[in-house]
Structure formats: structure tokens, C-alpha cells
């Protein structure tokens, strides 16, 4: 099966998380694609001054592979710098939140699996 990019639908969400301004998500497969055993895989672009609010993980974990630019990473309330070429890991029961403090944009590839 393939997927063609312009199949894809771009969500914006105000106030991600708790966040600050909108990020932008495009997810690239549904639940069922995953076999039911994640949420997401897609994209998440965060402009500057956007950010996605610390939040924990209960009954599943995320990985962000970071594309584009520079952001301050929470990884379960220790601060971090991430950039272009890092991947976090949030294991399930613990928490996180990332937020673009540059002047460049930020882009990552989110998935959320069970």
C-alpha cells in the first residue's frame, strides 16, 4: 500500500497540551494502518514561539524524531536542548512537552504506539 502526501489532512491545534500558540499535525496513517497498536505517526511543525505542553504518557509512549531546528525538550521534567537528528523516547508512565524558543521552525515526526 502507499499513501500519497496530498491524501494527508493537516489538524491545527490551539493551545496543545496546555501549549503556547498552534501547532500543526498531520497525521500519516490511521489507528487501523497501525494495526491498533499506536495513535500516531505523522508530523507535527512548530512555529516560533509554539509549544506542546508537558504532559505524561499512561497507557502508551512517544517518540519524536527531530527534522528541523532547535527546541527546549522537557523529558519527564528535565530540561533539554534538542535538534535536527535527535529522537526522544517517552516511555509509558512518564511524561513530556517540547517547545520551539528559536527563530526558526521546528518539524518532527511523531509516533505514538501502545
Known amino acids: 500500500m502507499i499513501k500519497r502526501s496530498d491524501s494527508f489532512v493537516t489538524e491545527l491545534r490551539e493551545k496543545m ?3 503556547e500558540g498552534v501547532a ?3 497525521n500519516f496513517v490511521t489507528n ?3 494495526n491498533d ?4 505517526f505523522g508530523k507535527i511543525v512548530l512555529e516560533p ?3 506542546i505542553g508537558f504532559h505524561v504518557h499512561e497507557n502508551d509512549s512517544e517518540l519524536f524524531y527531530i527534522m528541523k531546528g532547535t527546541a527546549k525538550y522537557s523529558d519527564n521534567g528535565t530540561e533539554v536542548t534538542v535538534r535536527a537528528g535527535d529522537v526522544t523516547i ?3 508512565g512518564t511524561g ?8 526558526e521552525t521546528v518539524e518532527l515526526i511523531a509516533l505514538i504506539v501502545f
Request: glycine share 22%.
Open 17 to 19: 497540551r496546555g501549549g
Open 24 to 26: 500543526k499535525l498531520t
Open 32 to 34: 487501523a494502518e497501525l
Open 37 to 40: 497498536k499506536g495513535r500516531m
Open 49 to 51: 514561539g509554539c509549544s
Open 90 to 92: 517517552t516511555p509509558k
Open 96 to 103: 513530556h512537552g517540547i517547545a520551539n524558543e528559536g527563530d
